[in-house]
T-cell receptor, first 115, second 113 residues
Framework: DAGITQSPRHKVTETGTPVTLRCHQT?????MYWYRQDPGHGLRLIHY???????DKGEVSDGYSVSRSKTEDFLLTLESATSSQTSVYFC??????????????FGPGTRLTVT | GNSVTQMEGPVTLSEEAFLTINCTYT??????LFWYVQYPGEGLQLLLK?????DKGSNKGFEATYRKETTSFHLEKGSVQVSDSAVYFC????????????FGKGTRLHILP
């Protein structure tokens, strides 16, 4: 996951509060992704971005919004957190960290607990 | 549609045993296939890949061969180590130009010393 950082790495928040997770990349990649990982579900795509201010929904986008105002940062916002959004969130980039263009490379993850 | 099915875990083996984790896929066109590994507390790492039929991907003693006739991409290793304990994900992109990767649900592997 060289070149991809996520912050915070751990967060506990209360139901109904807004939460923003940040993904930062230093490699100038066009595509960035947000996933959530839950037991029994594997990885599920929440939203992705194919350029500055260009985003699209994934399979589990309800309750989440994203923004990408500059190439290196992709923000995921939970407008009003719910307990069902307790999960581990991973950011990924697509492109060459020495690889082919359709590979994805993942950040270290953010563990979010909503109480 | 496009999908990936991999064997459910957990899989428990003794050190130095032979490993196979089965993966089959459904895809239109000519997908690229991947295996990712996730060690405890970490993100996913690309383990190996294959981009066309009969290609063999290999890395760290792991191998997988792209079998179009059986739509499979099974992961194998001849002699596993305790350090191989992790969750393994099979994945595909339908074409090289696709924006998204489709993941299987993962197989947890435990290696006993």
């Amino acid at each position: 996951d060289a070149g991809i950082t996520q912050s915070p790495r751990h967060k506990v928040t209360e139901t109904g509060t807004p939460v923003t997770l940040r993904c930062h990349q230093t490699e100038n990649h066009r595509y960035m992704y947000w996933y959530r990982q839950d037991p029994g579900h594997g990885l599920r795509l929440i939203h992705y971005s194919y350029g500055v201010k260009d985003t699209d929904k994934g399979e589990v986008s309800d309750g989440y919004s994203v923004s990408r105002s500059k190439t290196e940062d992709f923000l995921l916002t939970l407008e009003s957190a719910t307990s069902s959004q307790t999960s581990v969130y991973f950011c990924a980039i697509r492109g060459a960290l020495g690889g082919a263009i359709n590979e994805q490379y993942f950040g270290p993850g953010t563990r979010l607990t909503v109480t | 549609g496009n999908s990936v099915t991999q064997m459910e875990g957990p899989v428990t083996l003794s050190e130095e045993a032979f490993l196979t984790i089965n993966c089959t896929y459904t895809a239109t066109g000519y997908p690229s296939l991947f295996w990712y590994v996730q060690y405890p507390g970490e993100g996913l790492q690309l383990l190996l890949k294959a981009t066309k039929a009969d290609d063999k991907g290999s890395n760290k003693g792991f191998e997988a061969t792209y079998r179009k006739e059986t739509t499979s991409f099974h992961l194998e290793k001849g002699s596993v180590q305790v350090s191989d304990s992790a969750v393994y994900f099979c994945a595909l992109t339908p074409t090289n130009r696709d924006d998204k990767i489709i993941f299987g649900k993962g197989t947890r592997l435990h290696i006993l010393p």
